[in-house]
Every structure is written in C-alpha cells, then in structure tokens.
C-alpha cells in the first residue's frame, strides 16, 4: 500500500496553512477524503485529494494574493491593474458583489432560503463565500457534492437536485448524511429508496418555460396529476415526501411563468393534505434574471413584489421556500478581461482575434444561448467588426455584428455580468487553457 493511499485513509487531520497545529478534520472532510479514491474527475478538494477543480483555472485567493484594494479603483485602472498582476484571459469576480446580491434576494424575498447552484459557477471562494452568510447549496452530481462538503458545509445544508441520479452518488449521499433529493418519476424512488432509504424528496413538478432563454421542461419535470400519486408512492417505499419544487428555465423574463408554476404548486398542496400527505416544501428552482445589457429591463428586483404577495397568498407561513439561484447571484460579480491576440480585413470588416473564445469562458454563447456585451478601454470612433475566439476552429465566432474602436494586438476586450455560465463549461481545446478565475 502506498504512503499517499494510507494517508488518504487515516487523515487524521487538516494540512495546518499558517505553521499552527493542524486542526482536526470535520466530518465532511473526512467524507471528501474517505470517499476520494476513485474517478479524479469526481474527487474532492480536500488536502490529500486531488481537487475536483484545476486550482491552475480555479486558483484559490490563498494563491493568487490579489489585494481587495484593486477591486476599488475605477474600472479601467482596475482592469490595467488585474492585466499587470495576471495576464489574460482572465475571470475575476467581485466577492463584494456576491455579497450584495446575495442579501439583495434574501431583502426582496425574506421568505426564501437560498440553495446556491453551483453549477453556475463552482469556485470555491464563491461556495465558501455563501457558506459564511448562512447559504445552503444545489448540487446534480457526486462530483458537486464532495466539492462543496470539501469547503466545509454540513450535509444539512445540501440539496441534490438533479432528478436523474447515479446509484453510485445516492449512495454516496447516504454515507455523507446528505438527505434531501428531488426526483420526477417513479422509477428514480424505488432507486432512491433502494440506496438512499429514509431520504427526504420533492416531487418536480412540469411548468411552462415560455419566454425563458433555456428550457428545462423539456427533460424535467412531471405532469401535475402524477405529482400526488407519487408522493404516496415515496411514502410507502419508506421515503419522507415533503412537497414540489419546479423550475420555470434558466434566464426567465416572463413571470407568468412563477406565477402558474406557484398556483398549480398550491392546488397540489392542497389535494396532497386531503389525502393525508405531509407538505413542508416548495421549492421554486432558479432562473431568475439578470441584465447583461444596459438596456435590459428584466431582473430579480422586477419579480420581487408579486412574488412576495404571490408566496403569501398561496402558502401558510408553515410551508418552507426555497430556491435554488445561480446566474442570479454569481453572474453580476464577474468580468472577463481578454486581449486581441491578432488581426486581420476580412470582407472589409475589422476582425479580432481574442484569447478567449466559445470553447472556453465565452461557452455560453453556446450553452446557455447567451449574449454579451462587449466593452474595450478605446473611446474612439467606432466601426463595424467581428470578434473571434483563438482556436483553429472557425466555429469560434464570438460576435459577427459589433461596433468597435478600432484595435490593435494586445487592446483590452472585456464583458460584464459574465460571472454564471461560462467558466464553469469552459475547455481546453487546441491546448488553449481556459481563463483563470479569481474571487477578490
């Protein structure tokens, strides 16, 4: 046996990171380490692990010593500043900003627990940021799960709702003391039940994703008359039903969509206590909206009052709310810095090359069908131009139609609101590594 494999097993206690004695482990970083040994991919950051995050993307604020101070100055000495100190293509969110909008939704929406989706964004220092201000966390995979018990939250405070599971991370679940699941079919109950017995879960519910950029209902999601039958159905295989959760789809700017989704929540209710069924829960999943143009109207602060008077209306003070943000609260913090790395006259158009491109940071162009907009430190006059990414795939086209200073190699390009989707799905393609992402 190897020296690394007995230490994984024994860890007595943590790495000490400042010559003090080392602290003994919590229980969930005996969990991440106990449980660490297999796929790397899925592998906890705890010390003695291999990190389920490349801490060379995801660097730690440990590591990149960034001072708070420069996340003060004025944008574009900010930006030269953050250039200087780390190069680009990089990923900087501001943990002031997380912090804002974070007691920004718990103001607007008192009622409402917070489950971060940290598939939006994973950084540690965003996980351990919401961790300090008493956030709870929606994890879809074993993967996510020992990542956010490796920054240290109590499996209490953990959400696992993605309603296709692996039997493998239903019983992971079980050892870690993670015991709240979702799920949409009855198939996945009796697995649950089988791995996972006494878990507590949510039946989710189908909804209307009209208007919203990502639809979800189409692979999630079951219709309202199945709902009750399987709450009972959960009941009688030895499991805790505690009510419904829904998601209207991701960046949801119509909120007829909450609206219907919280009446069709409330008429399920009702007809689950007639038949004598327990409901403690609604969970309204994610989706809220963010602007990332100027010109954009729709945001959190938009639903805020009919969806306060809706929740009050529809359920007793008795009934939990929860929900589960993610673009909300992580995509306003990040801006991504980028420089043209090349140039060229292509059909009489200015085309840049940036060091960033869709198979990296700018991914959710594709996968999250998002549009940026992009920003330069030039102020003068402006032409019609392309932007493109740095691989050899033409594929990598990152705008066709922008109004541009004209630029020359090594000019700053930078987008706002970019903090959710984006280095969370980012590649390396062509040997080009992703941005590094820092929390300041």
Do not use: W
Request: with cysteine.
């Amino acid at each position: 046996m190897s020296t690394q494999h007995k230490t994984r097993k024994s860890a007595p206690a943590a790495a000490p990171s400042n010559g003090k004695a080392a602290r003994p482990l919590t229980q969930a970083e005996r969990l991440a380490i106990q449980y660490g040994k297999g796929d790397p991919l899925v592998r906890s950051s705890t010390p003695g692990t291999q990190p389920v995050l490349d801490p060379r993307q995801f660097v730690p604020r440990e590591a990149h010593k960034t001072r708070a101070a420069v996340m003060k100055l004025g944008l574009p000495k900010r930006i030269r500043a953050l250039v200087r100190q780390h190069g680009t293509p990089l990923m900087v969110l501001d943990r002031a900003s997380l912090i804002a909008e974070y007691q920004r939704f718990k103001r607007l929406l008192p009622r409402v627990e917070l489950y971060y989706a940290i598939k939006a964004n994973p950084h540690p220092d965003i996980i351990k940021t919401f961790r300090d201000l008493g956030g709870c966390f929606d994890v879809a995979s074993e993967g996510e799960m020992r990542h956010v018990l490796a920054q240290g939250v109590k499996p209490s405070r953990i959400i696992f709702a993605n309603t296709v599971k692996r039997p493998e991370a239903l019983q992971f679940a079980r050892k870690a003391k993670v015991n709240f699941a979702t799920f949409d079919n009855e198939p996945e109950l009796y697995k649950i039940a089988k791995h996972a017995p006494g878990c507590r879960v949510l039946a989710r519910l189908k909804v209307s994703n009209l208007g919203s950029i990502v639809e979800l209902s189409l692979k999630f999601g079951a219709d309202q008359d199945q709902i009750v039958p399987m709450l009972s159905k959960a009941r009688a295989l030895g499991l805790k039903p505690e009510g419904v959760s829904f998601h209207v789809g991701s960046q949801c700017t119509n909120f007829e969509n909450y609206q219907r989704a919280l009446e069709v929540t409330a008429e399920i209710m009702r007809e689950s206590l007639e038949r004598g069924l327990p409901f403690r829960t609604v969970d309204i999943g994610g989706g809220f909206p963010i602007r990332h143009f100027k010109s954009e109207t729709v945001n959190v602060e938009t639903f805020a009052n009919p969806m306060r008077r809706e929740l009050n209306r529809l359920f007793p003070p008795e009934v939990q709310i929860i929900a589960e943000p993610g673009r909300a609260l992580a995509g306003p913090a990040g801006l991504l810095i980028t420089r043209v790395v090349g140039r060229s006259i292509r059909n009489n158009k200015n085309y840049y090359y940036l060091d960033d491109g869709v198979y990296g940071d700018f991914s959710g162009i594709v996968f999250d069908h998002c549009k940026y907009e992009f920003k330069t430190l030039k102020k003068t006059q402006k032409f019609f131009s392309i932007l493109a990414g740095p691989t050899c795939d033409s594929f990598d086209t990152l705008s066709l139609s922008e109004e541009l200073p004209e630029l020359e190699v090594g000019d700053v390009v930078y987008v706002q609101n970019i903090g959710a989707y984006s280095c969370a799905s980012a590649l390396t393609f062509n040997g080009i590594p992703p941005a590094k992402v820092i929390v300041v």
